[in-house]
Antibody, heavy 122, light 105 residues
Framework: QLQLQESGPGLVKSSETLSLTCSVSGGSISRSNYYWGWIRQPPGKGLEWIGSIYYSGNTNYNPSLKSRVTMSVDTSKNQFSLTLNSVTAADTAVYYC??????????????WGLGALVTVSS | DILMTQSPSSLSASIGDRVTITCRASQDIGTYLNWYQQRPGEAPRLLIYATSDLQSGVPSRFSGGGSGTDFTLTISSLQPEDFATYYCQQSFNNIVEFGQGTKVE
């Protein structure tokens, strides 16, 4: 049973870089056809997909965030990571990591981590 | 971008009610549509994938249907643990997009 857990600073200053790591247990991050995603949720609002990554390093980002997002995988630690540059208050959100299943063009997420609240302060 | 619009934004229902939530895509997305449940303070949970396939462990009172631009999530008999917010999600054009959510209260 896959389990995911986010970790990282809960407070980031405006204009700086947000960095989060997702630790995966119960399965190998480098297994074939396993994809990994980041989704965020501003307080009281809906879900926004940030991007996804394959263990090989292939990425797929939300065009609205692409210029500021970088994702990476560390297979030795069974972890994947998110960095978001030049953050503003609008980036304040709960950040979730999730396992992504892909079958042809079908893509869905589950299980999810518990989420990590990141607040951007001025 | 494909716009995903859920209706209603919220609804009031009682235990035992049949509840239907609609998700409309701004263009044809085939059956590339999934549904999630999010209880307060919890992470989202996958309910249905590929429009109508029930995720393992999800009660059979949940069902999904539709194709093209119009999709539905139905709860046949609402239970206390079903009071939550529900999101649809599409992946037709290699960009993942969520609906704005429907709160069942």
């Amino acid at each position: 049973q896959l389990q995911l857990q986010e970790s990282g600073p809960g407070l980031v200053k405006s204009s700086e870089t947000l960095s989060l790591t997702c630790s995966v247990s119960g399965g190998s991050i480098s297994r074939s056809n396993y994809y990994w995603g980041w989704i965020r949720q501003p307080p009281g609002k809906g879900l926004e997909w940030i991007g996804s990554i394959y263990y090989s390093g292939n990425t797929n980002y939300n065009p609205s965030l692409k210029s500021r997002v970088t994702m990476s995988v560390d297979t030795s630690k069974n972890q994947f990571s998110l960095t978001l540059n030049s953050v503003t208050a609008a980036d304040t959100a709960v950040y979730y990591c999730a396992f992504e299943t892909r079958r042809h063009y079908y893509r869905w997420f589950g299980p999810w981590g518990l989420g990590a609240l990141v607040t951007v302060s001025s | 971008d494909i716009l995903m619009t859920q209706s209603p934004s919220s609804l009031s229902a009682s235990i035992g009610d049949r509840v239907t939530i609609t998700c409309r895509a701004s263009q044809d997305i085939g059956t590339y549509l999934n549904w999630y449940q999010q209880r307060p303070g919890e992470a989202p949970r996958l309910l249905i994938y590929a429009t109508s396939d029930l995720q393992s462990g999800v009660p059979s009172r949940f069902s999904g249907g539709g194709s093209g631009t119009d999709f539905t999530l139905t709860i046949s008999s609402l239970q206390p643990e079903d009071f939550a917010t529900y999101y649809c999600q599409q992946s037709f054009n290699n960009i993942v997009e969520f609906g704005q959510g429907t709160k069942v209260e």
